[in-house]
């Protein structure tokens, strides 16, 4: 097994344990205690800044948005723990990530905003479900 992957797989089982931003606050204070290549850095900087792979990345991001980080495209934020509630205001059309949809109609609670890019908004569920709306068709609770 590669070492890098054998490095990924035990930091993703270990971010697995990390339930909620609550949690992460706990273990990111004691993680920037020490120092990583010199310098002191959150979990976030620490992590995504030891593998250079998309594929690594994408893995390690996810499990911070399962954890209620927030990520606005350009940098993370503690901010889950204030999100913004998703309704829909017109009928629509979710996607999962993959690409399994489900009609929804007028007035439907979504859930939790996790980001906005290019017309799509990212949602989690009361199940913890990532999912997509089309952004025009959403308001904020």
């Known amino acids: 097994m590669h070492t890098t992957y054998k ?20 273990v990111n204070d004691l993680f920037k205690t020490i120092r990583l290549f010199g310098v002191r850095q959150t979990i976030v900087n620490g992590t995504l800044n030891n593998f250079s792979d998309d594929t690594s990345k ?32 017109s009928p629509t059309t979710i996607r999962s990530n ?12 979504l859930g939790v905003e996790i980001k906005s890019i290019g017309g799509l908004t990212t949602f989690k569920t009361i199940n913890h479900e990532l999912l997509t709306v089309p952004t025009k068709h959403i308001n904020y609770v």
């Open 98 to 109: 993959s690409n399994a949809e489900l009609d929804v109609p007028e007035n439907t609670l």
């Open 7 to 26: 490095n990924l797989t035990k930091l993703l089982e270990q971010l697995k344990r990390i339930k909620n931003v609550e949690e992460y606050k706990g």
């Open 58 to 89: 994408q893995l390690i991001r996810q499990e911070f948005i399962r954890m209620g980080l927030k990520y606005d495209g350009s940098k993370w934020s503690l901010s889950g723990v204030y999100s913004r509630q998703l309704i829909t205001n």
